[in-house]
């Protein structure tokens, strides 16, 4: 079983930026695939970034390339580097764990989640 609990969120101004972490607690954590994922009240759960174990391989949504960094350390945090923050960036961010190599962006493959953390753009 893996353990997450994410930090960072807050509210920003547009334009600012944010690094977001997830600490994971449990199992061997360097065997695992990491997302974040992001959702608002009344919607879906949407993907936002993903990294491999090893860290060499990093998948981001359209709307968030260029803008947000996905990294990870060998003691057991990922993080989400924010950049350039848009009122529409506002969301409950949501860091996931897979046990599997393979980068993917559905939800439904990833096992473990945390609470979240709150992310606030005001204009």
């Known amino acids: 079983q893996v353990q997450l609990v994410e930090s960072g969120g807050r509210l920003v101004q547009a334009g600012g930026s944010l690094r977001l972490s997830c600490a994971a607690s449990?199992?061997?954590?360097?065997?695992?695939?990491m997302g974040w994922f992001r959702q608002a009240p009344g919607k879906e759960r949407e993907f936002v970034a993903a990294?491999?174990?090893?860290?060499?391989?990093t998948s981001y949504t359209d709307s968030v390339k260029g803008r947000f960094t996905i990294s990870r350390d060998n003691k057991n945090t990922v993080y989400l580097q924010m950049n350039s923050l848009k009122p529409d960036d506002t969301d409950v961010y949501y860091c996931?764990?897979?046990?599997?190599?393979?980068?993917?962006?559905?939800?439904?493959?990833?096992?473990?989640w945390g609470q979240g953390t709150q992310v606030t753009v005001s204009t």
């Open positions: 449990g199992r061997t954590f360097t065997r695992y695939t």
């Open positions: 996931e764990a897979r046990v599997s190599a393979a980068v993917t962006t559905a939800k439904h493959d990833y096992n473990h």
């Open positions: 990294i491999s174990w090893s860290g060499g391989v």
